[in-house]
Each structure stands twice: as structure tokens, then as C-alpha cells.
């Protein structure tokens, strides 16, 4: 069975950071885009930061370009997302999401288009 399991959510208060983690359980994604996206409450869940197969190419929503940046580590079979200078607007469950297709060329922002998810970790950021 198939598994990605977030942690490292909690409450920091404005500028503050948090260091996301997803391990994939079951199989390996080393092939396979990895992505975070997050949901607040009485919104769509967004699209946050991509990483590619290979590692070598990233990709950012506007809003936390410049304050977040995704990694992976396929030795462990994990990615993380590092938070810096975090926002209130930053509070929603964040969601780690593996790819559906193999060694995809051209990085995708679609929820559609992930076909395993992890079941949320809540960042809650103060003010």
C-alpha cells in the first residue's frame, strides 16, 4: 500500500520557520515529480512548490517564492519543504503529492495531475 506521511506542522508565529517532511511509504518516487499544495479553510487547495524527478529543477507559487524552497532526498525517500518568514496568509493544511506520470518533462501545477496524497499536516501561523 501505497503511503505519504506528512510532519512538522505546529503553530510559529509570524516570521517564523517550519520544516515540512513527506516520506513515501510502499514504493519509490525517485521518477516522479513531487509537489506540496495546501488548503485554507473555505478555499481551494493551491499548488505551492514542485521539484522534478531529476532534482534539478524547482517551481514556486508567487505567493511564497523567495520564502519556501522544496527539496528531495530519494536516498530516503522523503521531500521536505523549508517555510522561512512566514505569513498569517500561510496558515492551511499543507499536502504532499507524488506525480502520476513517469518522468514527466514539463512540471505541472494541477492538483488533477498527482495521483497520491498524503493526509495533511496544519501550519497555523499567527500574527
Known amino acids: 500500500q501505497v503511503q505519504l506521511v506528512e510532519s512538522g506542522g505546529g503553530l510559529v508565529q509570524a516570521g517564523g520557520s517550519l520544516r515540512l517532511s513527506c516520506a513515501a511509504f510502499?514504493?519509490?518516487?525517485?521518477?516522479?515529480?513531487m509537489a506540496w499544495f495546501r488548503q485554507a479553510p473555505g478555499k481551494e487547495r493551491e499548488f505551492v512548490a514542485a521539484v522534478s524527478w531529476s532534482g534539478g529543477s524547482t517551481y514556486y507559487a508567487d505567493s511564497v517564492k523567495d520564502r519556501f524552497t522544496i527539496s528531495r532526498d530519494d536516498a530516503k525517500n522523503t521531500v521536505h519543504l523549508q517555510m522561512n518568514s512566514l505569513k498569517p496568509e500561510d496558515t492551511a493544511v499543507y499536502y504532499c503529492?507524488?506525480?502520476?506520470?513517469?518522468?514527466?518533462?514539463?512540471?505541472?501545477?494541477?492538483?488533477?495531475?498527482?495521483?497520491?496524497w498524503g493526509q495533511g499536516t496544519q501550519v497555523t501561523v499567527s500574527s
Open positions: 510502499g514504493r519509490t518516487f525517485s521518477d516522479y515529480y
Open positions: 503529492a507524488a506525480d502520476g506520470l513517469f518522468r514527466r518533462v514539463v512540471i505541472s501545477t494541477t492538483r488533477w495531475t498527482y495521483r497520491y
